[in-house]
């Protein structure tokens, strides 16, 4: 397969990678109306900005939160890229008032990602390169920043080799994101996923376990939706299949 083929999968990655199935904000729970309540929670944070000089934090949360409503909520694809633009304007706002807040360097990268993904190939590697340093640069800031770590691990995990694809090296990044918090599910989906391939079966269907019966999943929404389900075709395919 030429490069040129290459690029429209990687922006199907970004898209497996980037979107809902990894990194929305971290809403342990889904609030009564809960897409719908996106709209309003939105314009209570725009609001505060509005207020006066904004908080790094506040900017985090206003990228936060232009992410999940273009993830959970917008179905127009123009509207979901302008949402996930204004998202990356917010948290790059976040990061220039304060370049030690990981947080701020993750979300810049998740929001990125979506919207370039939605217009096109032409910038899909230069993309992928930003995402991979703002990923980085959250974990050097903070080696436990989970999300950080469960999107590197899936960058270098399914990327190809010439922008970097690194299974083993993506094998650790999953495997911390699970230690610092098993509760981010995605993570061990996809290291089970890395297990299989390694005849580890035990091992993967144990991380298949956990994503079905998480009692906290992060992202509960996503994970009712995509993650759980998931997991459990997975699992039976497992159990389908004879031993080799």
């Known amino acids: 397969m030429s490069t040129f083929q290459l690029i429209p999968a990687v922006l199907v990655l970004l898209y497996l990678l980037i979107g809902t199935e990894q990194a929305s904000a971290q809403r342990d729970g889904m609030p009564a109306g809960y897409p719908q309540s996106l709209k309003g929670d939105l314009q209570v944070l725009l609001g505060r900005l509005e207020e006066g000089k904004p ?3 506040l900017l985090v ?3 936060s939160t232009y992410f999940d409503l273009a993830d959970d909520l ?3 694809k123009g509207e979901r890229r302008m949402a996930y633009e204004a998202g990356a304007s917010a948290a790059k706002q976040a990061f220039e008032l304060d370049e030690s807040y990981a947080d701020a360097h993750f979300f810049y990268a998740a929001n990125l990602g ?3 993904r939605l217009k096109g190939i032409t910038n899909a590697a230069l993309v992928v390169r930003n ?3 703002c990923a980085m640069r959250a974990i050097e800031l903070n080696p436990k920043h989970a999300q950080a770590l469960q999107m590197m691990g ?4 399914e990327l190809p080799w010439f ?4 299974e083993k090296r993506a094998q650790e ?4 994101a699970i230690a610092t918090d098993g509760n981010f599910t995605n993570a061990r989906i996809l290291v089970a996923k890395l297990y299989i391939k390694q005849d580890r079966i035990d091992d993967a269907k144990r991380q298949l376990e956990a994503v079905i019966s998480a009692d906290n999943p992060h992202y509960r929404f996503a994970w009712e939706r995509a993650y759980r389900p998931e997991a459990e075709r997975m699992l039976k395919e497992i159990v389908r299949s004879p031993p080799r």
Do not use: C
């Open 163 to 166: 922008l970097g694809g690194d």
């Open 74 to 76: 917008l179905t127009d």
């Open 131 to 133: 995402i991979k340093h």
């Open 173 to 176: 990044y999953l495997e911390r």
């Open 114 to 116: 979506s919207a370039e």
């Open 154 to 157: 899936g960058l270098l995990m």
């Open 55 to 57: 908080s790094p934090r």
């Open 61 to 63: 949360q206003v990228a």
